[in-house]
């Protein structure tokens, strides 16, 4: 009698999981990899799809998985009103210039509003725990004000 064993390991999955990078070019790779927004495969594909609708003229709809929608409607409306498309079009070296200024301004914006959106939350934190802390206070009053009347 023969029993077979599968394996099952991500480990072994290494290649398909990466297999993404290989569509990004080389230049993006750093911004690509580092960012901690989004998924890697999301990552790669919003590159890859911004920029191949940069060379074709069309309009940019990848960048959402590293900005937020309202910066992403900026920037395309920015990338429509200034006509940059048609310099972008079959233009690698433009358009590779553009992305990078984007990814760049992107990674500043990104870092810039980390510790403001930390602050945010340690504040609502704080304000909770305060709140809670009242309620407790006025329910152990109650408990108090229960146990003198027996």
């Known amino acids: 009698m023969t029993e077979s064993y599968q394996v099952q390991s991500p480990l072994l999955n290494l290649d398909s999981q990466f297999s993404c990078i290989d569509k990004v070019p080389e230049k993006f790779l750093p911004a690509v990899i580092t960012s901690s927004v989004g998924e ?3 990552r790669c594909d919003g590159l890859v799809n911004t920029r191949n609708a940069l060379l074709t003229g069309g309009r940019l709809t990848g960048l959402s998985p590293w900005v937020a929608q309202p910066l992403q409607h900026a920037v395309t409306n920015l990338v429509d009103e200034t006509d940059l498309k048609r310099y972008c ?13 984007l990814l760049s301004v992107i990674e500043q914006l990104h ?40």
Do not use: G, W, Y
């Open 89 to 101: 079009f079959n233009n690698k070296a433009v358009t590779d210039a553009l992305l990078s200024d």
């Open 40 to 42: 890697l495969p999301v």
């Open 111 to 150: 870092s810039q509003a980390v510790p403001l959106v930390a602050d945010r939350i340690k504040k609502l934190e704080d304000e909770a725990l305060k709140q809670i802390k009242l309620a407790l206070e006025k329910k152990k009053e109650r408990l108090n004000t229960l146990s003198h009347l027996f």
